[in-house]
């Protein structure tokens, strides 16, 4: 399993990998929306959590529709099922590496756009600690969206519609826990909702997915 | 180490294309499966590999013996030749990837990312990966694609190499590959009865 992981991370640093995809469109998003919105540093202030945290969600959907597909045209997905890994292990790892090229970056690179975006002082700690808890919920639902449309040509946008459902309840838990903290509350509880929706999803997604990979495969 | 295959029907894209087959492959033994396009050779090696149940009839060997090999290779184009090999060899716990480098003419190609090599030189490695998943039983979608006549027979060596160790290979192939050892089981035979009015769809295989 580490040798998958390994693989999958070397994967995503080499040339059209797609390590730079998520973590750009974060970039972009968070200095686009200060020139689109306007330079009052109130306005900025008050919506600055919100759309850190939908820059984040949609920045790891980018890059979710490769997790299976690649290994799929390639036929690693078929060889990685009759391999001695349980599949249910190999949705793991595969999810496992998404979050640490996409969502791990996401939350260390999150502060620094949170200037651009006039974020309160006090929110920035729990800025990064949301993104932390939670974008790994982003990267296990979306592995389970990804096993859904595996054989399917093109399925990028029905994933999309797939997990964005599932997305809500991370991204209002996740965008509330930075608010509270800028208007100086006590984020607790968000945050704790947030490590709950993220070990929920890592008990029990990597089940679900790799059932919906073996009906796929067939 | 035997496989047997007692009365199995395996069906694609919920067609039925195969029924009532049996056959047994031993250690040391290669069967090579003969039919026309369309006559289920994919379906029946998925469905042995594990990749889809059967719609009826026992096989008796777990997917956990049997390495699969099908028209995909599993290469990631911006890895070495090693790189691939490794990764194949680490999943299956071995970590020698010399001898399968050796076998497949290949360790001069090393170091080469996989995009950069030929179609022919791809289905090598694809092949080598055999080597390193240390498994009895090799299950061959159409091993000799893309190979030129010098490869087919340095693969027919391996294959060979492979039964003298007590191995057994299962292969669908329209070419022969020089193994006068190998049995050859005709499926058209075996052949589903199909609703009169549905009709082969090639798209389907």
Redesign the interface.
């Known amino acids: 399993m580490?040798?998958?992981l390994i693989?999958d991370l070397?994967?995503a640093f080499?040339?059209?990998?797609g390590f730079g995809l998520g973590l750009g469109f974060f970039l972009i998003l968070a200095v686009l929306v200060p020139l689109g919105v306007g330079p009052d540093p109130v306005t900025l202030g008050i919506i600055a959590p919100g759309i850190l945290w939908v820059g984040a969600l949609l920045a790891c959907l980018l890059s979710l529709d490769r997790l299976f597909a690649l290994?799929h045209?390639?036929?690693?997905l078929?060889?990685?099922?009759?391999?001695?890994?349980p599949l249910e292990g190999v949705v793991a790892v595969k999810a496992l590496a998404h979050w640490g090229t996409t969502g791990l970056p996401l939350a260390l690179a999150a502060p620094v756009l949170g200037i651009l975006l006039n974020l309160p002082g006090a929110a920035y700690a729990t800025l990064m600690l949301s993104l932390i808890l939670g974008t790994p919920a982003l990267s296990m639902i979306g592995a389970f969206g990804a096993a859904l449309t595996v054989g399917l040509k093109r399925g990028g946008l029905l994933l999309s519609l797939l997990v964005l459902p599932m997305y809500m309840p991370t991204l209002v838990f996740g965008a509330q826990a930075v608010t509270r903290a800028a208007q100086g509350l006590d984020p607790t509880t968000p945050l704790v909702l947030l490590a709950g929706i993220t070990a929920g999803s890592t008990a029990l997604l990597p089940f679900a997915a790799a059932f919906a990979l073996r009906i796929n495969?067939? | 180490m035997e496989l047997r295959v007692t009365d199995l029907a395996c069906a694609r894209g919920g067609l039925p294309l195969i029924e009532g087959l049996s056959f047994t492959v031993a250690g040391g033994e290669a069967l090579v499966l003969r039919g026309p396009n369309g006559s289920g050779k994919t379906t029946l090696l998925r469905t042995l590999?594990?990749?889809?149940?059967a719609l009826s009839g026992e096989i008796s060997c777990p997917?956990?013996q049997?390495?699969?090999a099908?028209?995909?290779?599993?290469?990631?184009?911006?890895?070495s030749v090693a790189?691939n090999l490794?990764?194949?060899a680490?999943?299956?716990?071995q970590r020698d990837i010399a001898p399968a480098l050796d076998a497949m003419n290949l360790a001069d190609l090393a170091e080469r990312p996989a995009q950069s090599l030929s179609a022919g030189q791809k289905r090598r490695l694809g092949l080598a990966?055999l080597l390193v998943t240390g498994r009895w039983l090799w299950v061959l979608d159409e091993p000799t694609v893309s190979l030129d006549a010098d490869s087919v027979a340095l693969f027919a060596a391996v294959v060979r190499g492979h039964l003298a160790q007590g191995g057994a290979a299962l292969m669908a192939t329209h070419i022969d590959l020089g193994l006068a050892e190998a049995r050859v089981l005709e499926l058209a035979p075996y052949k589903a009865g199909l609703p009169a009015d549905l009709g082969f769809d090639e798209a389907f295989l």
């Open positions: 580490i040798a998958l693989r070397r994967l080499r040339a059209g990998g290994d045209e390639d036929g690693s078929d060889l990685l099922a009759t391999s001695p890994i495969l067939r | 590999a594990g990749l889809q149940p997917p956990e049997m390495t699969y099908a028209h995909a290779d599993g290469l990631k184009a911006t890895l790189e490794s990764f194949w680490a999943i299956h716990g990966r």
